[in-house]
T-cell receptor
Framework: NAGVMQNPRHLVRRRGQEARLRCSPMKGHSHVYWYRQLPEEGLKFMVYLQKENIIDESGMPKERFSAEFPKEGPSILRIQQVVRGDSAAYFC?????????????FGAGSRLTVL | SQQGEEDPQALSIQEGENATMNCSYKTSINNLQWYRQNSGRGLVHLILIRSNEREKHSGRLRVTLDTSKKSSSLLITASRAADTASYFCATDNFGNEKLTFGTGTRLTIIP
């Protein structure tokens, strides 16, 4: 069981470019969550998706950020026209979902650096 | 806004001592969880306590929950160098599956 796979692990972009971060959930998990972490800080919730549906995007900035979880393939977090403030570690987590306690399995993260 | 606030922000203790971290939250919760993050890595789930539970044990970990004070504590007994990490509490609310994380406690175990 490969767990939650994120790629790329490190991404460098210049201001104005696009960043695409990918996340393959753990086998058997249908719920995906994206979090952002700035250095020495906690995780800030961004978005929660199930296959082909965005369930909660209350943590997503209104502009430039989008997320999808298609029927086939990984979940994608897309950041358009990146700015220096987007530099952070972006973590994906997955869970089985359903009733009961929601324990998340995290990926190793994608570290975005905007020059 | 962050649901959870951990204290202390940083804690350094000698190997073999016990480490206690606290978490306070603002709104009613369904479950509270603790996660560990080693430097540069993703978070790893440690233990979950439900809102109707008061105490839970797992190996060297002991978690308490006081819903009247909206607080939880994580105790790590007989600490080891490998326990050096950041520890986060996370809560979820009834009818809302997303987890909201606290600000974390950075624990350093001195060999």
């Amino acid at each position: 069981n490969a767990g939650v796979m994120q790629n790329p692990r490190h991404l460098v972009r210049r201001r104005g470019q696009e960043a695409r971060l990918r996340c393959s959930p753990m086998k058997g998990h249908s719920h995906v969550y994206w979090y952002r972490q700035l250095p020495e800080e906690g995780l800030k919730f961004m978005v929660y998706l199930q296959k082909e549906n965005i369930i909660d995007e209350s943590g997503m900035p209104k502009e430039r950020f989008s997320a999808e979880f298609p029927k086939e393939g990984p979940s994608i977090l897309r950041i358009q026209q990146v700015v220096r403030g987007d530099s952070a570690a972006y973590f994906c987590a997955s869970s089985r979902g359903g009733a009961g306690a929601n324990v998340l399995t995290f990926g190793a993260g994608s570290r975005l650096t905007v020059l | 806004s962050q649901q959870g606030e951990e204290d202390p922000q940083a804690l350094s203790i000698q190997e073999g001592e016990n480490a206690t971290m606290n978490c306070s939250y603002k709104t009613s919760i369904n479950n509270l969880q603790w996660y560990r993050q080693n430097s540069g890595r993703g978070l790893v789930h440690l233990i979950l306590i439900r809102s109707n539970e008061r105490e839970k044990h797992s190996g060297r970990l002991r978690v308490t929950l006081d819903t009247s004070k909206k607080s939880s504590s994580l105790l790590i007994t007989a600490s080891r160098a490998a326990d050096t990490a950041s520890y986060f509490c996370a809560t979820d609310n009834f009818g809302n599956e997303k987890l909201t994380f606290g600000t974390g406690t950075r624990l350093t175990i001195i060999p």
